[in-house]
């Protein structure tokens, strides 16, 4: 059988969570031939597998608990092609899901998932000062167009601030993000510009972003040149600080982040990935879920040298191995030798971690890796407004900012 439809995608996914992971990749490959006999003359399994791709959009993340769908982790509300949104739906609301998602409700909860806050609806713009301005706007080249969000801080003269791209997980948006890691609050009080970049719906069906395709791991290409074309953007249209441009993003998100330090490393100081995976982990669909299981291999950064990169991963996700926040680094670290120092301790709200920080001889933190004992999937230390939140842990948010304003292009 071939991939005909989103069921075998969910199908696919319930697999890999339960650790089936051939079962799942041969689902995804259409190597089940299980098919009656009776079904009448065989396809070409590439043809069918290029026009069943053609209108799948790819998932890979699950929707959280909610009221709406129970305690577990569920596949997005679409039970097969016809269904599932396309170009040119967006807006619509979801049908009704199927058996097959009611099945998967019915598995149990997911474990590591203590403390995850999440949300259901339309998310509303987190709340600004006066004189502040979180606007929409729009980038388009010829890898096609996406939305954005730019928070613009109170009291903004025309000054030179820093530039921070924050790049949004699974079925998030870009209020949900702002709302969520409160870095809206933190440009206020550290005189930031920061970009929320939206991912559309018609270019992945979760609004992922697709850091597990090839194409998506180029420079000038797909949706590296449109982050990169919206940073840029911004710096044509504002006065930003020489060599002071940040990107950060939580799950594919973080993964997109690490794409883009890979890629630009001219154009980023430094780079922010929560629960997120290293560029090149994975080349397309079947290597995506057994890269989010146990780790998968990584490309060196882009000429060899250091990308300076904080990253932030629960021991406890189940939907990204933590093992990938190692990988993150060591890509990042290339071959540079840098001191070590390892210290513990454990956020107000109770999450326990471990800090790993290395840095250069002259003492500057260049890597920092925090690992967030008993944590899953959710940015650490966020506020219950949005969606994918832990906010017993450490504030990541905090730690990102401090750790990226030492960090400049522009080095003498």
């Known amino acids: 059988m071939t991939i005909s439809s989103n069921a075998d995608m969910m199908e696919a996914t319930r697999l890999t969570r339960q650790g089936r992971l051939q ?16 079904e009448g003359p065989r396809v070409n399994d590439g043809d069918a597998r290029q026009e069943a791709n053609a209108h799948t959009p790819p998932f ?3 929707v959280p608990p909610s009221t709406e769908t129970g305690s577990s982790w569920t596949a997005p509300q679409f039970q097969d092609v016809s269904s599932a949104p396309q170009r040119g739906d967006i807006g619509r609301p979801p049908p009704t899901s199927g058996g097959f998602v009611d099945r998967l409700r019915k598995l149990g909860t997911v474990g590591g998932l203590d403390g995850l806050i999440g949300r259901t609806g339309r998310p509303a713009p987190p709340p600004s000062p006066d004189g502040a301005t979180f606007a929409d706007r729009c980038f388009a080249n010829e890898a096609g167009s996406r939305k954005y969000k730019l928070y613009v801080p109170s009291g903004y003269k025309g000054e030179a601030l820093p530039l921070l791209v924050m790049l949004h997980g699974c079925t998030q948006s870009p209020d949900d993000f702002a709302a969520g890691t409160r870095m809206n609050e933190l440009a206020e009080k550290q005189r930031l510009l920061v970009a929320y970049p939206a991912q559309a719906q018609s270019a992945n069906a979760s609004r992922c972003w697709n850091w597990f395709n090839a194409i998506e791991q180029r420079r ?13 953007q911004i710096m044509r249209d504002f006065p930003v600080e020489p060599g002071r441009v940040y990107v950060a993003g939580l799950s594919a998100g973080g993964a997109a982040a690490a794409v883009m330090g890979s890629t630009y490393p001219d154009l980023y100081a430094a780079i922010g990935v929560h629960s997120g995976l290293a560029c090149g982990a994975a080349r397309d669909m079947p290597s995506a879920f057994a890269a989010m299981q146990r780790g998968g291999a990584s490309r060196p950064c882009a000429g060899g040298s250091i990308v300076p990169t904080i990253v932030f991963h629960g021991d406890g996700d189940k939907t990204v191995n933590p093992v990938n926040g190692d990988q993150v680094i060591a890509q990042s670290k290339a071959a540079t030798s840098l001191g070590t120092k390892v ?15 290395q840095t250069d001889d002259a003492g500057r933190s260049m890597l920092e890796q925090w690992v967030l004992h008993g944590a899953g999937h959710a940015w650490s230390g966020g506020s219950a407004a949005g969606s994918y939140t832990e906010p017993r842990g450490p504030d990541a948010s905090s730690e990102m900012v401090r750790f990226f304003l030492q960090h400049s292009t522009m080095r003498s």
């Open 23 to 38: 079962e799942a990749m041969a689902v995804l490959r259409g190597a089940f031939h299980d098919a009656p006999a009776s």
């Open 60 to 62: 890979l993340d699950m």
């Open 220 to 232: 000038d290409c797909g949706e590296p040149s449109l982050i990169a074309g919206i940073t840029r």
């Open 343 to 357: 210290s513990r301790g454990k956020a107000p709200g109770g999450i326990r971690y471990t800090r790993t920080n």
